[in-house]
């Protein structure tokens, strides 16, 4: 009888052959980072991915006015939010096993009237997005990715600085032998969000037409846009273009153990949730994996959490089995299980103290099970019923998923939330389970593999039952 539980490092229960496949799922997961830079862009992952493994759409479901066992269905919100579904045998009414995770991430948004000159320097005027340290964002090579609809209606993608040959964007800092007054400042006064302008130009247009313009340098950029993409000053005001770190996932340590990447937070939980719901077969319960926007700003907005999208999602697969009513509908949201996946804090022994090392979670120690999140006091929390980490739990021990527990730093230091919450108001059981990131928000995080890979594993077991 174990009467003491000690959480151990995941990389000692592996075999050769499993650390072959944590390796192999690492290497999948770093194409994902790589391609799905922004929301818009893991939405296209996903969709591509499900239809190769016989997934329709929902209007193609709803076309077709039948559902059954065993069917895939995704529902598209808007290219910025997804649903797939993974019909069970049993009906909707008697609750879906769901994994929920977001696939927004902390960055930096043009402003709708961004571009400017000064000092014969082209800038785009900036407004952060999610918890950032601002002072992580200068001097550092930067990517543009977004879309943006012109007058005529006509859609242009833009994705620049990821290629070898692209150029890259830049914010700048203060030389240190000038920073005298910045550094006396706090850490969070000594970048402005106003200050994060984005360089992107500094050539003056050149002919004799514009011999009499005020910012030839401005002009020209403008030129080069028009000439590129047929875009116009003005169809920024219709465009959504996010600037992130233009530096590609890579693995981290002699041992190669570790990653670092932009956007952890939270593709780490995402990527598994989708190779879970992807290599799953037809079960008892309705399988639900969820790629959500707005995370990490709320979850607001028509493609977060909070809007109706998922909720209107069942509704129409309900309706798809006949006999539809609203009953039917709460039932199966007040039924299901979920775990909200979703990222957390773990050990750095650089900053030991703003956790508890008896409550936190470690790096390679295997998923995370997060009972209640929030802060001070647990305000603004799920905290998950005691019934339904029993259960959760047990899955991972009859499957061999390496987990471990952790609170998001000690009581009082500060907090966080996630989506748990949410589902939680519809009456669901709720637990937050996912991968443990070092440097969480900045440009740059931390995971380790096999933690990932753990996750993968627990939410495709979880699925199952």
């Not at 929301?39 to 479901?61: F, M, Q, T, W």
């Not at 061999?400 to 527990?405: D, F, L, Y």
């Given at each position: 009888m174990d009467l003491k539980k000690e959480f151990k490092n995941a990389w000692e229960s592996l075999s050769e052959h499993e650390v072959k496949e944590v390796m192999d799922y690492s290497n999948e997961y770093k194409k994902f980072l790589d391609y799905g830079k922004t929301?818009?862009?893991?939405?296209?992952?996903?969709?591509?991915?499900?239809?190769?493994?016989?997934?329709?759409?929902?209007?193609?479901?709803i076309k077709n006015n039948k559902i059954e066992s065993g069917a895939k269905i995704y529902a598209n919100n808007k290219d910025k939010s997804v649903a797939l579904f993974l019909m069970g045998n049993k009906e909707?009414?008697?609750?879906?096993?769901?994994?929920?995770?977001?696939?927004?991430?902390?960055?930096?948004d043009l402003k709708p009237v961004p571009v400017y000159e000064d000092s014969d320097q082209a800038l785009l005027k900036t407004h952060y997005y999610g918890g950032i340290k601002k002072y992580q964002w200068t001097a550092l090579p930067l990517s543009m990715h977004g879309v943006l609809y012109k007058k005529n209606g006509e859609k242009v993608e833009i994705c620049i600085g990821e290629k070898d040959e692209d150029p890259i964007f830049y914010i700048s800092d203060l030389l240190i032998h000038l920073s005298k007054d910045q550094m006396a400042k706090k850490l969070s006064e000594g970048i402005t969000g106003e200050g994060l302008n984005l360089l992107i130009g500094n050539m003056p247009i050149k002919g004799e037409e514009y011999k009499d313009e005020k910012e030839k340098v401005k002009l020209n950029v403008l030129k080069i846009l028009n000439e590129m993409y047929g875009i116009e000053e003005e169809?920024?005001?219709?465009?959504?273009?996010?600037?992130?770190?233009?530096?590609?996932?890579?693995?981290?340590?002699?041992?190669?153990?570790?990653?670092?990447?932009?956007g952890h937070d939270d593709r780490v939980c995402s990527f598994a949730g989708l190779k879970a719901i992807l290599e799953n077969e037809s079960s008892e319960y309705t399988q639900v994996g969820l790629f959500m926007d707005k995370e990490e700003v709320g979850s607001m907005g028509n493609t977060g959490m909070q809007s109706r999208f998922f909720e209107n999602c069942v509704a129409e697969l309900i309706n798809l089995e006949g006999d539809y009513n609203d009953l039917k509908l709460r039932r199966s949201l007040a039924n299901s299980k979920v775990l909200s996946a979703d990222v957390t804090a773990i050990m750095d022994p650089n900053y030991p103290d703003v956790v508890d090392k008896r409550n936190c979670a470690y790096l390679s120690k295997g998923i995370v099970l997060t009972k209640y999140t929030g802060a001070r006091g647990k305000g603004g929390c799920n905290d998950a019923n005691a019934e339904f980490v029993s259960h959760v739990k047990n899955v991972f021990n009859e499957n061999?998923?390496?987990?471990?527990?952790g609170e998001l730093g000690k009581v009082d230091q500060g907090g966080g939330g996630t989506i748990a919450y949410i589902l939680a108001n519809y009456g669901a059981e709720v637990i937050d389970c996912g991968v443990g990131v070092m440097s969480m928000h900045a440009p740059l995080e931390l995971v380790s593999k096999v933690d990932c890979f753990m996750a993968y594993r627990g939410y495709k077991a979880f699925l199952n039952n």
């Open positions: 929301e818009r862009e893991c939405v296209k992952y996903i969709i591509d991915e499900a239809k190769k493994y016989g997934y329709i759409s929902l209007e193609e479901a909707l009414q008697e609750g879906m096993r769901v994994v929920g995770g977001h696939i927004d991430s902390p960055r930096i169809d920024f005001v219709s465009a959504e273009i996010e600037i992130v770190p233009a530096s590609k996932a890579r693995d981290v340590g002699f041992d190669r153990s570790m990653i670092s990447a932009y061999n998923i390496v987990w471990q527990t």
